[in-house]
C-alpha cells in the first residue's frame, strides 16, 4: 500500500488496521480472525527514518533512471528493490538480484 491509500489507511488507529487485517486474512483463510490474538500496525510513513524510503514508480522521472541503473555498466551490476517497479519489497529485491546474478554471468561467458 502507498500513496494516498496509506496515508489514508494509517490515519486510523492500530485497531482499526488490525481489524482490517483480520478482515482480509478472513477472507483468505476462515477462521484466521479468530485464531489471531496480537498484531502490528506499522505507519511507515511515520517511522522517522523511513520516511521516503521507497521510490515513486508513478513518477515520469522514475523509468529511465531505473533502466539504466539496472542494466550492468561492464563489471559493475546493480542490484535492490530501489531500480524495480516492485520498490520497497522483498520480492523487488530477489528478482532483482537473480537480473544481476543472470547479467553476471552472461558478462562471463563473453
Do not use: C
Request: negative net charge.
Amino acid at each position: 500500500m502507498r500513496g494516498k491509500p496509506a496515508v489514508e489507511f494509517n490515519k486510523m488507529s492500530v485497531k482499526e488496521r488490525l481489524q482490517i487485517a483480520r478482515d482480509q486474512g478472513d477472507k483468505l483463510h476462515v477462521g484466521y480472525a479468530q485464531a489471531v490474538e496480537h498484531g502490528v500496525a506499522i505507519g511507515w510513513d511515520h517511522m522517522e527514518f523511513e520516511r521516503m524510503g521507497w521510490a515513486d514508480e508513478d513518477d515520469k522521472g522514475f523509468q529511465r533512471p531505473a533502466e539504466i541503473l539496472s542494466r550492468p555498466h561492464g563489471r559493475l551490476q546493480i542490484a535492490g528493490d530501489q531500480v524495480t517497479f516492485w520498490s520497497g519489497w522483498q520480492e523487488g529485491a530477489v528478482i532483482s538480484a537473480w537480473d544481476a546474478i543472470n547479467a553476471i554471468e552472461r558478462h562471463r561467458r563473453g
